[in-house]
């Protein structure tokens, strides 16, 4: 069965500085997401990409967050100068057509700000 | 956006038993409700969804059930098992917006041997 892959599983790094995490998602799929889990929280959600643009973002998702498709099989999500706060599993997720449809998550990325 | 309340917030059954996650939404646009399973360290995994044509889908030991009238859906788990233990989320898309979920806050299910 496809999945949706993320890299790296484990990201650390020290604050302020730039990360960048991948997904691939799964390959007939045309809508990507971008959501985090702060450790023993629910699931929320950052933005929705269709058509090489975004659909939708959160209040979550301000100007240190970027997301790009650089290529026909990776989006990737970029923050600019990584904050304490930002430490949580970022988790990727792709769908086939976008309204309710089932979404497919990544293993996700756990990253830790120092 | 969307209000999603998920109760309870822990459960723990005997194995066997059954066990029922309820989730109540706020907005009466929305059509798809999707259960996730996340085990320790874990993706979320969509393990049942139904869409608001039906009240009731089953697969297996799992089932869910929608009243639209009252916005509330539940996750029934018949004949527990000791590897159904997990956090269990409930998801709702708001109304007509292209596939973001609200999520509910989980219930770390534990069943006992």
């Known amino acids: 069965e496809p999945e949706v892959t993320q890299t790296p599983s484990h990201q650390v790094t020290q604050m302020g500085q730039e990360v960048i995490l991948r997904c691939v998602p799964i390959?007939?799929?045309?809508?990507f997401y971008w959501y985090r889990q702060i450790l023993g929280q629910k699931v929320e959600f950052l933005v929705s990409?269709?058509?090489?643009?975004?659909?939708?973002k959160s209040e979550i998702f301000d100007d240190q967050f970027s997301v790009e498709r650089p290529d026909g099989s990776n989006f990737t999500l970029k923050i600019r100068s990584t904050k304490l706060e930002d430490s949580a599993m970022y988790f990727c997720?792709?769908?086939?057509?976008?309204?309710?449809?089932?979404?497919?998550f990544g293993d996700g990325t756990r990253l830790s700000i120092l | 956006g969307e209000n999603v309340e998920q109760h309870p917030s822990t459960l723990s059954v005997q194995e066997g038993d059954s066990a029922v996650i309820k989730c109540t939404y706020s907005?009466?646009?929305?059509?798809?409700f999707p259960w996730y399973k996340q085990e320790l360290g874990k993706r979320p995994q969509l393990i049942i969804d139904?869409?608001?044509?039906?009240g009731e889908k089953k697969d297996q030991r799992i089932a869910v059930t929608l009243n639209k009238t009252a916005k509330h859906f539940s996750l029934h788990i018949t004949e527990t098992q000791p590897e159904d233990s997990a956090v269990y989320f409930c998801?709702?898309?708001?109304?007509?917006?292209?596939?973001?979920?609200?999520f509910g806050r989980g219930t770390q299910l534990t069943v006992w041997p």
């Open positions: 139904i869409r608001s044509n039906v």
């Open positions: 997720a792709s769908d086939a057509a976008g309204y309710n449809q089932p979404q497919h």
């Open positions: 998801a709702v898309p708001r109304g007509s917006t292209l596939g973001r979920l609200y």
């Open positions: 990409f269709y058509n090489n643009e975004i659909s939708e």
């Open positions: 907005d009466s646009a929305s059509n798809y």
């Open positions: 390959s007939n799929h045309l809508y």
